[in-house]
């Protein structure tokens, strides 16, 4: 049995990802500062015997290499997904940023050289590319200029993974994302749909004028390319992960939602293309390196965005 | 009387840096923490009414803005060279870096923020490229992926302040250079192989098999460019800065210090063409973008390193 040490483990991709491996046969060791994540995202999860999860911040890297000390050496991968999700506050806040989206990923790496756990798998981001336009966006691209302070960090984490790789750590995975959706949700424009209309269901008032174009895809394809990824060879490799299409506009994401949860609204659009500061209108964004390797993902960004709006809006009903 | 406030002033480069702002007319207020600068480089500067040192840590952001504050609103550019310049010391603890090389970086960001300074020149480093081995590196290349620690904060530095002047920097430069020599020398290869030298008069031992070639660019081209470029118009600009040549050997530069400082000394080589972890042993740099703006460097690699080595020399004399 392999040993995962997921960080962030009871956010939203944490969660389904640990079902999977679950299911797989594997153990698990959640490592969460429940800042975002909450416990009850673990459901019946947390009742399972292979199940260990720890309430710990993962920048502290000595009560988190405490805590791992416990483990007696059986951590064989660990998973890093924490971060600050909330791209918005790092924007009013850079030290949310540097504290929750960098610092986890320096304490991770400084716990994972202590105790030589040697395979990091990493949620990095799309936002560490910033906005490219038109231009297909594939892994080797530049330059890189995020620009918001999430992306910033992401970027950050990942160099500092990548000079680990060349000094000490024998396996990196860094998978860039864009827009995941699924349940459970805890931000993003479905979620701020669905609680919008829940507070006014007669009206639906959309940031921007609702041409922004993005890929969305789903958590269960997300975790799907993960796993695949991980079983690689390499030292060091990056993939970009998504659907092999262009995107779907909030346009449509609204009235997905509109139609699903409260039929009768009125969507009201805002102006210009961007939503808030550090949102990019548009991007297209290529998975040929990840197809490449035989991976599929199941849904397009259509076919995920409905079903999320479906799981999302059933699990609030 | 413009000011400029200079992180990392009493160092090599911003003591030359200082020099030359006050050849300009200008105000100047250093600080240093004074870890790797040192009061004595700035030498007869610190006598000059225009000049105001202030020994303070820029990554602590609440007494860097104590400091600033004081100065009544009258800081218009800040040039941010503070930094680890130890590399191998940074590979052996990643947290020097953090601290040195980012985190100073971060503090500058929120002192600029608190107090609206809006013009911020940020030395940046060829390191953030990691090896690109034949291709010429141009500034808009990719992957972006550092093979140090000090590469790595780098370009997480570069990151924020791109971050920054997507929210709120009106004006930022990042300069991207490569070894830079002349004196006061605190670091590097000559320096180096002086000071084998003089402890070891009749032999020189060098790292690696001496088959490195790096381009050199005197501090003197270096100050002319970063002037240059901080009076060019645009909110975020980078810029490689460095010889027009592919660089000179190591091999190249063990002789001329061997013939400047200790002429009967044996060079001794070792193995392999990489001196430690981190280190490059090649790069070709493209400086296009620079020359298109009409500046030209007064000194190539060969040039450059023959007065440096002078000069490390004379001043050890």
């Known amino acids: 049995m392999t040993m995962h040490l997921i960080t962030g483990g009871a956010g939203f991709i944490g969660v389904n990802l640990i079902r999977?491996?679950?299911?797989?046969?594997?153990?698990?060791?959640?490592?969460?500062?429940?800042?975002?994540?909450?416990?009850?995202?673990?459901?019946?999860?947390?009742?399972?015997?292979?199940?260990?999860?720890?309430?710990?911040?993962?920048a502290d890297?000595?009560?988190?290499?405490?805590?791992?000390?416990?483990?007696?050496?059986?951590?064989?991968?660990?998973?890093?997904?924490?971060?600050?999700?909330?791209?918005?506050?790092?924007?009013?806040?850079?030290?949310?940023?540097?504290?929750?989206?960098?610092?986890?990923?320096?304490?991770t790496l400084a716990v994972m050289r202590r105790f030589g756990i040697g395979r990091l798998h990493f949620a990095s981001s799309s936002a560490i590319y910033g906005d490219f336009g038109e231009t297909v966006i594939h892994e080797d691209i530049g330059p890189l200029e995020p620009i918001s302070n999430y992306g910033a960090m992401k970027l950050a984490s990942e160099a500092q993974i990548r000079a680990a790789a060349e000094a000490w750590l024998p396996c990196a995975r860094i998978f860039r994302f864009p827009n995941v959706i699924g349940v459970p949700a805890t931000h993003g424009v479905i979620l701020d749909f669905v609680?919008?209309?829940?507070?006014?269901?007669?009206?639906?008032?959309?940031?921007?004028?609702?041409?922004q174009q993005k890929a969305y895809l789903h958590v269960d394809d997300l975790v799907d390319a993960m796993l695949h990824i991980a079983a690689l060879d390499?030292?060091?490799?990056?993939?970009?992960?998504?659907?092999?299409?262009?995107?779907?506009?909030?346009?449509?994401?609204?009235?997905?939602v509109r139609d699903a949860a409260s039929?009768?609204?009125?969507?009201a659009f805002?102006?210009?293309?961007?939503?808030?500061?550090?949102?990019v209108p548009r991007f297209r964004y290529s998975v040929?390196?990840?197809?490449?390797?035989?991976w599929r993902p199941r849904l397009g960004s259509q076919a995920a965005m409905e079903r999320a709006v479906a799981e999302i809006v059933g699990a609030r009903a």
Chains 1, 2 share one sequence.
């Open 263 to 267: 039929p009768s609204a009125a969507i």
């Open 288 to 294: 040929d390196r990840l197809l490449a390797t035989g």
């Open 195 to 211: 609680e919008k209309l829940r507070a006014t269901p007669d009206r639906l008032d959309v940031l921007g004028d609702g041409t």
């Open 61 to 107: 890297a000595d009560g988190f290499g405490a805590f791992v000390a416990g483990l007696d050496g059986r951590v064989d991968d660990v998973w890093h997904l924490a971060a600050n999700s909330d791209i918005p506050a790092g924007i009013a806040d850079p030290a949310i940023d540097l504290q929750r989206t960098f610092l986890t990923t320096f304490g």
């Open 234 to 256: 390499g030292r060091y490799r990056v993939f970009n992960i998504g659907p092999s299409d262009d995107g779907i506009t909030v346009r449509r994401i609204a009235e997905t």
């Open 20 to 58: 999977r491996l679950l299911a797989g046969g594997q153990e698990v060791v959640v490592v969460d500062d429940m800042s975002r994540g909450r416990i009850e995202n673990l459901g019946e999860l947390e009742a399972d015997p292979r199940v260990r999860v720890a309430t710990l911040d993962c």
């Open 270 to 279: 805002g102006e210009g293309n961007r939503g808030w500061v550090g949102d």
